[in-house]
Nanobody, 118 residues
């Protein structure tokens, strides 16, 4: 069991920045991926970025060059630095933890709202 708690969401204007944090607790085992997904009103949840315990990253094309994902394995935390935010980035951002090749071992946080006004 893994518990994930997100923080850092808020309301910002286009062009501004936010930093999201996610803290994991419980039975943390490797290898694993931690990452961020988002869901806008009326849309499906989509990948934003993931990072493995070894540092390999994966980004959605829409955020490449603007967002940076990082993690601190000692703290079991993952972060998302979001720069040059756009209204299209608005949504609920969810922290995710998963074990590769073990589809059943996937956990989600409650989500944190990010709203970007134009």
């Amino acid at each position: 069991q893994v518990r994930l708690v997100e923080s850092g969401g808020g309301l910002v204007q286009a062009g501004e920045s936010l930093r999201l944090s996610c803290s994991a607790s419980g039975f943390i085992r490797s290898p694993n991926y931690m990452g961020w997904y988002r869901q806008a009103p009326g849309k499906l949840r989509e990948l934003v970025a993931t990072i493995s315990n070894s540092g390999a990253t994966n980004y959605a094309n829409s955020v490449k060059g603007r967002f940076t994902i990082s993690r601190d394995n000692a703290k079991n935390a993952v972060y998302l630095e979001m720069n040059s935010l756009k209204p299209e980035d608005t949504g609920v951002y969810y922290c995710n933890f998963r074990r590769p090749l073990l589809a059943a071992l996937e956990y989600w946080g409650q989500g944190t709202q990010v709203t970007v006004s134009s």
